[in-house]
């Protein structure tokens, strides 16, 4: 049975906020900074510049948060999936009365954790080609101008300054960046972007090489070579790139992207440019080969000119020899011209040649010849043009009946043309005989035995072969005509008007 009254307790009576910040208090001041080792998970980056994330193992999640004043000092960009080691204070949101821990660093938790996300880029970046050979361009000989992209505060650009300096001095053009920390992969980045848009004649000469530098480090020191933005803007570039990240022992993604690796920021000047000394050694001895090279082939070419020689002939006494004969025919020359000369006047002694004055007189009787022609021709046209003239004044009817009176004479005379051609006499019956050779046989004693003859009919010629003994004078004329030879009938072919004998 309970003997306290009513509204009365041991127990102590606080107020939310009492209660909230009394959690707070023993929360943070037993714990105060930690360093939490989890995965990252639901990292989301707010617009107001803070990051609020959740660090995981396998079997609690603590939820953080990354102010945005501690955003830019942050070494390790957060990202889902990264297992990193935290370091910041742990503290509550009495809101909604949870707790949670305010990041103010973040490393990555291990070798191990990096080599893993390394080896996955590197993976999916050579699925792409990023790292072909085939991509790989050669370094100039001799560079003009040479790029540099690192810290304008260390030691690499003093090495790469001296290395140049003393192997063949160069122009060096340095873009400052910082090579470790929050944004160095961003800034190194747009320094090898920068360069390459660079215009080749524009104010500021674009570097013939570039070279991307660091000194040695840790592999967190040396992440910002990892990323995945500097690898591609290596790889992208359109200068022949160098890359001298760390030491010797130290590899980096964009040593897989680059032109050429590097295992030093000095190492990589000495590859930019040659050494001077080097060069001159090369000269040097390129011009001692060529000298010996011009001296053996003078040497040859004397030693032909020598067996040439001896095959020459006596030039001097070849010389007083065509003299010689120069001078013979010299005197022999008088004598050949006046040879010369007259044979060719016996050669023009036959030729008459006529006087000038009968060629101009035998001209002038062609030239009176055709004017009295040209004359004769004019008169003639002149009377046809007046004959002409009479005809068109004679009249039409006149001109007709002058031609029915010629038309009707040529008609008579071609009827009695007609009754005197042997043609009409060939249409009666008779045949006209000819020899071989063509000529009209009268009588059958001109015929000899075997001849060949043509029978002329008025519709064609008919060819036959006369046999038989001597002719009869009884017979008649169509019996001869028919005869005893073998006749051969031709085309009609058409003859001209002739005498029947």
């Known amino acids: 049975m309970d003997t306290n009254p009513p509204g009365t307790s041991n127990v102590p009576e606080f107020s939310v906020s009492e209660i909230s910040g009394a959690v707070r208090r023993t929360l943070e ?25 959740s660090l995981k193992d396998e079997s609690a999640k603590l939820e953080s948060v990354v102010w945005k004043s501690a955003v830019p000092r942050l070494s390790v960009p957060p990202e889902n999936g990264l297992e990193v080691i935290a370091t910041g204070k742990l503290t509550t949101y009495a809101d909604r009365s949870k707790y949670q821990l305010v990041i103010d660093r973040l490393e990555y938790a291990g070798e191990g954790a990096l080599l893993a996300r390394i080896e996955r880029l590197r993976v999916k970046l050579a699925a792409e080609g990023l790292f072909e050979d085939s991509r790989k361009r050669r370094l100039p000989a001799l560079p003009r101008v040479v790029g540099v992209v690192t810290s304008e505060a260390g030691a690499v650009i003093q090495d790469i300054r001296t290395t140049i300096a ?12 910082p090579v470790q920390g929050q944004g160095a992969a961003e800034r190194i980045a747009a320094a090898i972007a920068g360069f390459g848009a660079l215009p ?36 992208t570039c359109p200068i022949p790139l160098i890359s001298a990240v760390g030491h010797e022992t130290d590899t980096t993604l964009i040593d897989f992207a680059a032109d050429r690796r590097a295992p030093t920021p000095t190492a990589a000047a000495e590859l930019a440019v040659p050494a001077r000394s080097d060069l001159l050694a090369a000269l040097d001895q390129t011009a001692a080969r060529l000298r010996g090279a011009a001296t053996r082939q003078l040497r040859a070419a004397e030693t032909v000119l020598l067996r040439l020689e001896r095959r020459l002939p006596d030039i001097p006494a070849r010389v007083l020899d065509y003299r010689r004969r120069l001078d013979e025919a010299g005197e022999c020359l008088p004598e050949a011209l006046r040879r010369f000369v007259a044979l060719k006047r016996q050669a023009l002694a036959p030729l008459v040649v ?25 008169a003639r046209r002149v009377q046809r043009a007046r004959g002409a003239r009479a005809l068109q004044a004679f009249g039409p009817a006149p001109l007709q009946g002058c031609l029915r009176e010629w038309r009707a004479r040529l008609d008579g005379l071609s009827r009695q043309l007609e ?76 003859v001209s008007q002739g005498s029947l004998l």
């Open 200 to 235: 080749p004649d524009g104010p500021v000469p674009r570097p013939d090489v570039l070279i991307v530098a660091r000194g040695g480090g840790s592999l967190e020191d040396l992440m910002a070579f990892n990323e995945e933005i500097v690898v591609r803007a290596a790889a």
């Open 354 to 378: 006529p006087h000038p004055r009968a060629a101009i007189a035998a001209r002038r009787h062609a030239l009176a010849l055709l004017e009295s022609r040209a004359a004769a021709a004019t």
């Open 419 to 494: 009754a005197l051609s042997y043609h009409a006499v060939l249409a009666r019956g008779f045949v006209l005989v000819r020899d071989a050779d063509g000529e009209p046989l009268a009588r059958a004693a001109l015929v000899a035995p075997g001849a060949r003859l043509t029978l002329d009919f008025a519709d064609g010629q008919v060819a036959a072969t006369a046999e038989g003994g001597a002719p009869r004078a009884e017979e008649s004329a169509s019996s001869r005509g028919e005869g005893t030879a073998t006749s051969k009938r031709k085309p009609r072919q058409p």
């Open 166 to 177: 003393r192997r063949f001095p160069r122009r060096i053009l340095l873009w400052p960046v």
């Open 29 to 53: 001041g037993a714990f105060g900074r930690v360093r939490v080792r989890g995965e990252i998970t639901e990292c989301k980056r707010y617009p107001s510049g803070h990051i609020y994330l």
